[in-house]
């Protein structure tokens, strides 16, 4: 079993939608979770962080966690084409390397 | 604030040779870590340093090592190259100071192998 798995993509959504990204990760002892965007040809981005239950919300970003499901979630609200790239889920178990899902890749049509 | 910086940007090597790629964290910032991109296995951990310490490693052969300096750079080694080695390869800066920490990412270093 991987550590972080996400949702296959490719998702594609129109211009002013909502995206809904998942991740579920297997260590239970998880304690930081993370998303990144990464353009094509770029290196990833660094767009949110959730360490405690509920959600967190920044901009039209929306991130989710739930721990006794080992299950956290992005919501790209209004989503815009400039969204348009490969969502990555990252996950620090109880040490201080970042386990990666494979990510999602998000399209945006206008 | 200066962001993460990597050289260099691109890099060509043939089989068997060896290549040292550099990466500047973000002032203050005192871990870091080296990770592998591929299109085939995704992201992949290398290794962290922090204060000139390998704290964590991933699952890669010796060929791969790396070292950190008291100005918190580090550089990363590959010897004996292989075609498989071809790879966009990721520095990502921290405070590492707490388990909670963020990792910032450089723009990288595509190295390709022939």
């Known amino acids: 079993q991987k550590e972080v798995e996400q949702n296959s993509g490719p998702l594609s959504v129109p211009e002013g939608a909502i995206a809904s990204l998942n991740c579920t990760y297997s260590?239970?002892?998880?304690?930081?979770f993370f998303w990144y965007r990464q353009y094509s040809g770029k290196s990833p981005e660094l767009i949110m962080s959730?360490?405690?239950?509920g959600d967190k919300e920044d901009g039209r970003f929306t991130a989710q966690l739930n721990k006794a499901s080992q299950y956290v979630s992005l919501l790209i609200r209004d989503s815009q084409p400039s969204d348009s790239a490969t969502y990555l889920c990252a996950v620090i178990p109880n040490d201080y390397k970042l386990s990666f899902g494979a990510g999602t890749t998000v399209t945006v049509r206008a | 604030k200066a962001g993460v910086t990597q050289t260099p940007r691109y890099l060509i090597k043939t089989r068997g040779q060896q290549v040292t790629l550099s990466c500047s964290p973000i002032s203050g910032h005192r871990s870091v870590s080296w990770y592998q991109q591929t299109p085939g296995q995704g992201l992949q951990f290398l290794f962290e340093y922090f204060s000139e310490t390998q704290r964590n490693k991933g699952n890669f052969p010796g060929r791969f090592s790396g070292r950190q300096f008291s100005n918190s750079r580090s550089e990363m080694n590959v010897s004996t190259l292989e075609l498989g080695d071809s790879a966009l390869y990721l520095c990502?800066?921290?405070?590492?100071?707490?388990?909670?920490?963020?990792?910032?990412f450089g723009p990288g270093t595509r190295l390709t192998v022939t």
């Open positions: 959730i360490y405690s239950n």
């Open positions: 260590d239970r002892v998880s304690q930081s």
């Open positions: 990502a800066s921290s405070s590492g100071l707490a388990i909670t920490y963020e990792q910032y």
